[in-house]
């Protein structure tokens, strides 16, 4: 792929900065071959060149797409590079919150400077168990693989955790082994996983330190070595240290500190135990004061060393021995203040009584002399003699300190070595798993000898990392069958063999040490001759000759020279340490003892190989004691510790420090690049890139990448089709490979299939949009069409309406107006008509005058006129006529001439002729119309002059008669005139009077407006007063209603709050109880497993007890085997050997005590509870006295009467054999003879008659004792001993029996009446209150409702009503349905009596026909005796032998298969026969018996359950029989709350004799275990399928796509062959449901079980989801949703949408929520606040933290999205845990449910083989 088609606009790069180390452009032009410039776009908006390097022409790193960004492993990006790493870090580190990252073998953890909740034993069970690559990055998920590699490949594990100083190795360490202490247990009860991490905070006191970079920085490496054996328990553990910082006992820097310990040690100087230590504040002290802060914000040193001195003691180091080490410790800060002075300049002194001097001395149990005086003197030895010298200051002192850091030095080893023999394992160890916590690459402005030692280290471990990493790559290649090539990477052999090699640095070290005036100068010049010329990776700085640089393979690092003598050598005088050695302080002597006996903790009895800094101290030359450098040791310890690496299987883990300052999730690019480049991610990272880092499944690139291809190209074989599609996709053959089982990638050729991938959809994107927005749009307009067409006919409607009643209205007003109008107009028109007539007659009298004159006057002026203007006229006319005439002719003549000569011109041609003539015809035409027009035009004329003329005729006749007639009015005018002038007067004195009565009328009207006015004023006053009165009025009734209602609501809520309360409190309760007993049985079978072992292993002298051989009369208690099991257990205690572990057997004694406790305590209830019902026994027996001797005395009576009936049998007896022995001969006596027969049958059916006899009398003294009671008021006792003496006097026993059977039916009959009439009247009244409360009810409702439909408008009263009428009609249907279905059921069950009993009279008539054989005679002399036998009326009790209740149990528990049971037999048979047992025991009236099976029957149960407690059918089975024994016992226990549901029958079979409510808690305790027992089964069973079956498995094909993916490979989502799917969950379900429905459980229990299911499927799944960052996407959300519906789906088939479950969904509903919802703006904030109400917090902020967009198309949520979530859900009061419990179980309840099974009808199949039971 050229460069061309990549460095195109828009693409993303990175370049280098100076700040940021790189920094993100954009292309705003194409790159051109050639072209030595970029035209980049920051992210800020400014553009700028990047110059291209002239001579290489390297191009910038091109930057990953945006969904390749934040991957959990940085092997998965397209782009390997420095920048594509740091950048994934950060984004991960800041805006997700992810401190963990994968690189493909390595684990990079950057320390966040905070606590996080994400190490929890939550989290630990959720990565147990579980691959690397399925959940997200995590230092558990390293220790699981750790642990799995170990016992799958059983092969030995190390974990190497490196990095600087505060980067977090220890804590990851750490958790890694509480990792393995947590999955893995102990398999002792030594409990040395406690052990184990209780050895972190001893050497955190003692190994750890303040610095500057670190609050508790390890200033020493360690290898702990955790021991397992076969069965991969931890057994033991084993640590090396490396390098300790003794330097630090004498010196710290500024803000640093000297070990914990000794600041804990100050800090707890006022305990008592203490005070002889004679220690104060840290200030006090020289070595503890040199940083001047003591104090770390947050520590508390004094609870720190309570946690020490605990852990010392879990240990195994007693008192006394800490006391030892506390006053070693103490003696140290006491020598680092002893002040030493100058006596001159060769020699120095410590003054006399020195205090702390002393101190020490005492402490240490030495001499103060000796002590003063080798502190100032040293002993110089030669070959011939040996003399003492004395020291300056500066030497004293450096001996002094010297003295201190060694005797801390064996104060540390000693402490290390006890640590491993308390850790040390009894047992053979099987394999191991090393956890290595070593110093990173450290590089400083000053480096001396450690960081030389440390960087050393390094170097060889960066060695092992890239040759583990080398080798992986290759058997990857090697196992897919790809052409492997040479992968070029840096080989730091060259560096060690400068370090360690012959001539080496340490060599030449170790030899200058030797020399006897050695210095640093020298050897400095020894490195320069040796190794300036020869070695490239050495060389000298230029401004120095005391210092050197090495060429690391993270960086140049200068070393100064100084101090590496003194610090190789690590010298010490060694008659300071004499003077120890002579010491009264065992601990001190022994510090110093030979190492062979002392510091050595296992010997050579273990074996083992232990790793010390420490040279060999096993041989006896103590000359040699202090010679072996620190180096040569540190090197022989490396090579030992990469020995034992490189023999086990290798995993790392990088720790970064983000920044420099200890800020909370700050990231500092330079400080984390130095670090990557020192720790070798980058390296592994370039490794990755050399080769084909992305490897891609052929099923996952067929799966991510199908929409590149056609639907020709895909084939029936995915591999084939994967080539063909990336043959034509990518060109260049060797971009990629195929191997056997994947596609090999080369760098860069994902992100190009991505953007292809993308071009795609986002062409199919804009097509679906295009058309989605179309079909939406003409979705739109057509509803938008029909909702206007729709508005306007409404509207055209109403305003025709409106039209239609205003034209109405409009009419209506016409009319009234027009009637109006016309009346007002009639009137006026009348007053007006008589005005008008008078003043008509007037006036138009004197107008016809003035007209007339007119007339006359115009008439004459017209005459003069006419004649003036006709002579005028004519004289004009004359004048024009004659110059008109003159001017035409003269016109004509000059017209007529000029035609003349035209015409003679045209005369000449045809043409003329034609056109003359045309014009001449055409001239005819129009003068001829012409001439019709004037003819019609005169006759016109005429017409109408003719008219004028008649006219004018009949208008003249009319003028003479209205000029008579206005003659006539003249001459009346003037006789009226007179009349008018009287007239006028009048109405001028009208006018007057109607002036003045307007003018008081308007006085009136004033008066009255004025009046109106003010009465209108106070009306409205009155009004407004009303008003207010009423709106008081209203808002006090409102204010009364609302408080009322506010009352009601409080009361409500608080009622509801308190009933919450109390349920939860209950619930709470049930849980904590339901704890217990889970404990309670886990304590048990640990006891039972412990009692079998010792009982495996412990001798056996002579025979023992069993548990058998107790006697029933030690079972005074509920657990009495439980107690006879641990008294059994106490007693193989005593027997067991000394050998024996003692713990184990302490704390089985204390176990017993606490049984025996128990069982007293137990005991003493029992017995309290005994006298209690024996006080209630007495009270009833002195209640009942007279009842009783009426039984006793009736007993005697039928005792008497059985003696003779007895007689009468035997004297019949005795003559049947008279008559035989004298009617037959010898033979017919013999037995088998017919006669014999006949008599065995007689005496068979006489003993059986006899029994029934007895029964009948039991049954009737029973009966006769309640008669008694019911009728003691009627009758005396005299009565019953009249009857008695009545009886006595009859001396025939015939008249007896008939007397006696006659007295019984009677009384049966009587009874059975008395019982039925009862029933019967007791039946209808309680029919008939039921159906009066029933019609109290409807009353009321009806009352209700009538009230309610009042208050509503008509049109809802009226649907109201309808809906009622529903509502009733619906109910009355359902109670008629309801009906319907009794009375076809009692149908069904009389036609099944019906065939019953006519198949029993069938048998009863062939029976009585067979009885007769054919061969027999009426003469045979001898026939059988028929006696008549009534049928037996079962009781329901089943009756067994003492010696049957093992067998009984035997068959009916530990060997029943429930399959067989639960499919042919009826629910609860065990059960049922059981109680049927029981109830026969009761009857009896044994306490033993009773007692004994309910004991036995309990035990039996638990075993059965802890033989096949994994078998979910078969604790299903015991769960459903053991509730049905409970709910037995309540239901026959005579407790009327029980009785409710009973029919008389099961009344009558109630428990008589015993109160079983103890056992039924007992009970109760089982079920729950048997409960809880199924719960764990189904959830072991559910457990592996949840995961793949809702997360991981597609159930919607192709919505969401699979990216990219590192080395850590996850769980495929495609349905392989085994994998599980939601099908799988819903047919485990199925059949968890189908088996509980077949063994009979409670539905209401099966709905508990279900709730649980769902919860456990719920829980399992949200907890992986926020545990899983590829999960947390758009498209699975839907997926998840899709998956929940199925599930409640399969709720509704079986009608459990009302137990619960669904509820349980409710937080993994929620989340899939959050997943698909906007996540932008201020109202998605707010709707996902209010939406995720059953999520918390923190997991609220993890899911949109791991929100992932699978496409370009989606997009990250933003920081300050999730930063607005946080602050709106800050007042939340909630758990901050951020998993949900997995382990919580509900508390369940065993509601009553009563059985309408009756006990008699019970047939016992064979197939139990309880042939000894016997019906009764």
Avoid at 10 to 29: M, N, Q, T
Avoid at 961 to 976: C, F, G, I, V
Avoid at 1139 to 1147: A, E, H, P, R, V
Wanted: glycine share 4%.
């Amino acid at each position: 792929m050229a460069a061309s088609e990549l460095y195109t606009k828009f693409a993303r790069v990175w370049i280098p900065d100076a700040e940021e180390v790189w920094k993100s452009a954009e292309l705003v032009k194409d790159y051109n071959q050639g072209d030595g410039v970029l035209q980049l776009q920051l992210e800020d908006g400014e553009e700028i060149e990047h110059k291209l390097d002239p001579k290489t022409k390297n191009l910038p790193h091109l930057r990953n797409p945006d969904i390749l960004v934040g991957e959990n492993d940085l092997t998965a990006l397209s782009y390997l590079h420095e920048p594509a790493v740091l950048h994934n870090l950060k984004v991960r580190f800041i805006d997700s919150k992810l401190i963990y990252t994968y690189c493909g073998i390595v684990l990079v953890a950057i320390n966040p400077y905070e606590n996080l909740p994400i190490y929890g034993s939550d989290i630990i069970n959720a990565y147990s168990g579980q691959n690397m690559g399925d959940m997200d990055p995590h230092i558990f998920a390293v220790a699981e693989e750790a642990y799995k590699q170990m016992a799958r490949d059983e092969r030995n594990q190390s974990i190497i955790v490196s990095g600087e100083s505060g980067a977090g190795k220890t804590v990851s360490a750490k958790y890694a082994m509480r990792y393995f202490a947590t999955v893995s247990g102990s398999a002792s009860e030594a409990n040395v996983e406690e052990k184990v991490l209780a050895s972190n905070p001893i050497m955190e006191s003692i190994g750890n330190a303040k610095t500057t970079r670190n609050d508790n920085s390890s200033r020493f490496g360690k290898y702990i070595e955790i021991g397992f054996d076969r069965r991969y328990h931890i057994i033991g553990a084993n640590m090396r240290t490396y390098l300790l910082e003794k330097s630090r006992v004498v010196f710290q820097a500024d803000e640093e500190r000297n070990y914990h310990i000794f600041y804990q040690l100050c800090a707890s100087s006022h305990l008592p135990e203490l005070k002889a230590l004679k220690l104060g504040s840290a200030n006090d002290f020289l070595y503890t004061k040199q940083g001047g802060n003591p104090v770390i914000d947050g520590v508390n040193d004094a609870k720190e060393m309570s946690n020490t001195r605990q852990a010392f003691t879990l240990l195994g180091i007693n008192e006394s021995y800490q006391m030892g080490l506390f006053h070693i410790l103490a003696a140290i800060l006491h020598l680092g203040n002893v002040e030493v002075k100058d006596r001159d300049a060769d020699s120095s002194t410590i003054p006399p009584n020195n205090g702390h001097l002393t101190t020490f001395c005492e402490l240490m149990g030495v001499t103060y002399q000796d002590m003063s005086h080798w502190l100032c003197h040293k002993k110089l030895k030669t070959a011939t003699e040996t003399y003492i010298k004395t020291i300056p200051k500066i030497q004293a002192t450096n001996a002094r300190d010297a003295l201190a850091k060694h005797i801390y030095a064996k104060l540390f080893n000693w402490i290390v070595d006890h640590v491993n023999k308390a850790l040390h394992a009894n047992v053979k160890q099987h394999s191991f798993i090393g956890v290595l916590d070593i110093y990173g690459f450290e590089t400083f402005e000053i480096n001396s000898f450690e960081q030389f030692c440390i960087n050393y280290a390094n170097e060889k471990l960066q060695q092992q990392f890239n040759m583990h990493v080398f080798k992986l790559e290759q058997e990857e290649y090697m196992k897919e069958q790809i052409p492997w090539t040479l992968i070029d990477f840096y080989d730091n052999q060259p560096c060690i063999n400068l370090i360690e090699a012959k001539m080496g640095i340490l060599d030449l070290l170790d030899e200058e040490c030797k020399m006897p005036k050695g210095s640093d100068d020298s050897w400095a010049q020894k490195l320069y001759n040796t190794h300036l010329k020869t070695c490239a990776l050495f060389q000298k700085p230029r401004m120095s000759n005391r210092a050197f640089i090495i060429q690391h393979f993270a960086d140049k690092v200068e070393y100064q020279c100084d101090g590496f003598l003194e610090k190789n050598k690590d010298t010490v005088n060694e008659e300071q340490i004499h003077v120890l050695k002579a010491s009264k302080f065992d601990l001190l002597v022994e510090l110093f003892q030979d190492e062979g006996k002392a510091t050595t903790p296992t010997g050579a009895t273990t074996g083992k190989r232990v790793l010390s800094v420490k040279p060999d101290k096993g041989r006896p030359s103590s000359s040699k004691e202090h010679k072996k450098t620190v180096g040569l040791q540190f090197r022989n310890s490396l090579h030992l510790l990469m020995e034992t690496l490189n023999a086990t299987t290798p995993h790392y883990v990088r720790c970064i420090k983000p920044n420099d300052f200890k800020h909370a999730f700050t990231f500092d690019p330079k400080r984390a690049v130095q670090q990557l480049r020192a720790c070798g991610v980058l390296e592994t990272i370039r490794i990755s890139a050399a080769g084909f880092p992305s490897r891609w499944t052929y099923q996952e690139f067929f799966s991510r990448y199908r929409v590149l291809m056609k639907q020709k190209d895909v084939l029936a074989d995915k591999k084939l089709t994967c080539k063909n599609v990336l043959e034509q996709l990518v060109q260049d053959p060797d971009k990629y490979q195929f191997g056997k089982t994947k596609i090999f990638f080369r760098a860069g050729q994902v992100a190009y299939l991505e953007k292809l991938r993308a071009d795609k959809l986002r062409a199919a994107c804009i097509r679906i949009q295009k058309t989605i927005r179309c079909w939406l749009a003409r979705k739109k307009y057509l509803r938008m069409k029909k909702a206007a067409i729709n508005i306007q006919r409404h509207v055209r409607g109403y305003q025709a309406r409106r039209l239609v009643k205003f034209m109405r209205r409009t009419r209506a007003a016409i009319i009234i107006q027009k009637y109006q109008r016309m009346y007002t107009e009639r009137t006026r028109f009348k007053r007006k008509k008589a005005a008008a007539l008078a003043m008509q007659c007037i006036l138009r009298a004197y107008m016809a005058r003035q007209h007339y004159k007119g007339l006359v006057r115009e008439h004459k002026a017209v005459l003069i006129q006419k004649m003036v203007r006709g002579w005028l006229a004519r004289q004009w006319y004359k004048r024009s006529l004659e110059a008109i005439v003159y001017l035409q002719c003269c016109f004509r003549r000059m017209k007529a001439r000029r035609e003349l000569k035209k015409l003679k011109i045209e005369a000449r041609s045809v043409e003329h002729y034609k056109k003359l003539n045309i014009g001449m015809e055409n001239k005819i035409m129009q003068l001829q119309r012409r001439i019709d027009e004037q003819s019609k035009d005169n006759r016109a004329m005429n017409e109408r002059l003719n008219g004028l003329e008649s006219s004018h005729a009949v208008e003249s006749e009319r003028l003479r008669k209205e000029l008579t007639r206005l003659r006539t009015a003249e001459e009346e005018a003037k006789t009226n005139a007179n009349k008018v002038t009287s007239l006028l007067e009048e109405l001028a004195r009208l006018r007057k009077e109607l002036q003045t009565t307007q003018s008081e009328k308007k006085v009136i009207e004033d008066w009255a407006e004025k009046y109106r006015d003010e009465m209108e004023k106070m009306v409205a006053e009155l009004k407004d007063q009303n008003g207010m009165l009423k709106t008081e009025k209203d808002d006090l009734n409102r204010l009364i209603q609302e408080q009322s209602l506010q009352m009601t609501e409080k009361m409500q809520r608080a009622l509801q709050e308190e009933t919450q309360q109390l349920e939860s409190d209950l619930n709470e309760e049930r849980s904590r109880y339901q704890n217990l007993l889970t404990e309670h049985l886990r304590l048990e079978e640990r006891y039972d497993d412990l009692k079998e072992s010792i009982s495996v292993n412990a001798p056996k002298p002579g025979h023992r007890r069993t548990d058998s051989t107790h006697s029933s009369n030690e079972s005074e208690s509920t657990y009495i085997s439980e107690f006879a099991e641990s008294e059994e257990g106490s007693r193989a205690g005593e027997d067991m050997t000394r050998g024996g572990d003692m713990s184990t057997f302490l704390k089985m004694q204390k176990r017993v005590t606490e049984l025996e406790q128990e069982k007293h305590s137990l005991q003493n209830e029992l017995d309290r509870k005994e006298e209690q019902f024996q006080r209630a026994r007495a009270r009833d027996d002195e209640e009942h006295k007279k009842a009783r001797g009426a039984e006793l005395e009736y007993e005697s009576l039928k005792r008497q009467e059985l003696d003779s009936e007895n007689k009468k049998l035997k004297h019949d007896l005795n003559e049947m054999r008279q008559l035989l022995g004298g009617n037959a001969g010898a033979n017919t006596s013999v037995p088998g003879s017919p006669a014999y027969k006949v008599l065995l049958d007689q005496l068979n059916s006489s003993n059986e008659e006899l029994e029934v006899r007895k029964e009948e009398v039991l049954i009737l003294r029973s009966q006769l004792v309640s008669q008694k009671e019911a009728m003691q008021h009627k009758e005396t006792m005299t009565e019953p001993m009249a009857h008695t003496e009545d009886i006595r006097k009859m001396k025939d026993a015939g008249e007896i029996t008939q007397a006696y059977i006659g007295l019984k039916d009677t009384n049966r009959l009587l009874e059975s009446q008395l019982q039925t009439q009862r029933r019967s009247h007791d039946n209808e009244v309680e029919v008939l209150r039921g159906e009066l409360q029933s019609m109290k009810e409807e009353n009321n409702r009806q009352q209700q409702l009538l009230a309610q439909n009042l208050q509503l408008p008509p049109e809802a009263r009226i649907e109201a009503s309808l809906q009622h009428e529903i509502t009733r009609l619906t109910n009355e249907n359902l109670d008629l349905m309801e009906q319907l279905e009794k009375q076809d059921k009692t149908v069904r069950k009389l036609k099944k009596q019906l065939k019953v009993f006519a198949k029993k009279i069938g048998e009863l008539e062939g029976g009585q026909v067979e009885s007769v054989s054919p061969g027999q005679t009426v003469d045979e002399p001898i026939r059988p005796v028929n006696i008549p036998r009534r049928e037996k009326d079962f009781q329901g009790m089943l009756e067994y032998k003492k010696e049957d209740e093992l067998k009984l149990v035997k068959n009916l528990i530990l060997e029943l298969k429930p399959r067989g049971v639960a499919v042919n037999l009826i629910p609860g048979l065990p059960a049922y026969i059981l109680f049927m047992c029981l109830r026969h025991a009761d009857y009896v009236n044994d306490d033993q018996k009773v007692r004994s099976l309910l004991t036995c029957t309990i035990n039996s149960i638990k075993k059965i359950l802890k033989k096949r407690g994994d078998d979910f059918e078969t604790v299903s089975f015991w769960l459903s029989n053991t509730c049905r024994f409970l709910h037995c016992l309540k239901q026959y226990s005579g407790d009327e709350q029980f009785m409710k549901h009973n029919s008389n029958k099961q009344n009558d079979h109630c428990l008589s004799n015993f109160d079983l409510a103890e056992y039924r808690q007992v009970l109760s305790d089982l079920a729950i275990q048997i409960y809880q027992q199924l719960i764990k089964c189904m959830e072991n069973i559910l457990q592996p399928m949840i995961v793949s079956g809702m997360l991981e498995h597609e159930t919607i094909q192709g919505v969401s796509g699979i990216k990219p993916t590192g080395l850590r490979k996850r769980t495929s989502s495609i349905a392989d062959e085994g994998t599980y799917t939601l099908e799988s969950i819903l047919r485990q379900l199925n059949s968890f449901h189908s088996i509980m429905c077949q063994h009979g459980t409670d539905p209401e229990l099966i709905k508990q079980v279900v709730k649980q299911q769902f919860y456990i499927i719920g829980a399992v799944t949200l907890n992986n989801l926020l545990l899983r960052k590829d999960m947390c996407s758009w498209s699975k959300g839907m997926q998840i949703r899709y998956n929940v519906s199925q599930l409640e789906e399969w709720l509704r088939e079986k009608n459990l949408m009302n137990c619960g479950a669904k509820e349980t969904l409710e937080p993994l509903i929620q989340a899939a929520q959050l997943l698909q919802v906007k996540k932008k703006t201020d109202e998605d904030a707010e709707a996902i606040c209010s939406m995720c109400n059953a999520l918390t917090t923190a997991q609220i902020v993890k899911v949109l933290n791991l929100y992932t967009p699978l496409n370009e198309f989606e997009e990250r949520v933003s920081v300050t999205f999730i930063r607005t979530i946080q602050t709106r859900l800050r007042d939340r009061m909630e758990s901050p845990q951020l998993l949900m419990d997995t382990k919580m179980i509900y508390p369940v309840t065993f509601p009553f449910n009563p059985s309408s099974l009756a006990l008699e009808t019970i047939q016992i199949p064979t197939s139990l083989n309880l042939n000894f039971l016997t019906r009764v």
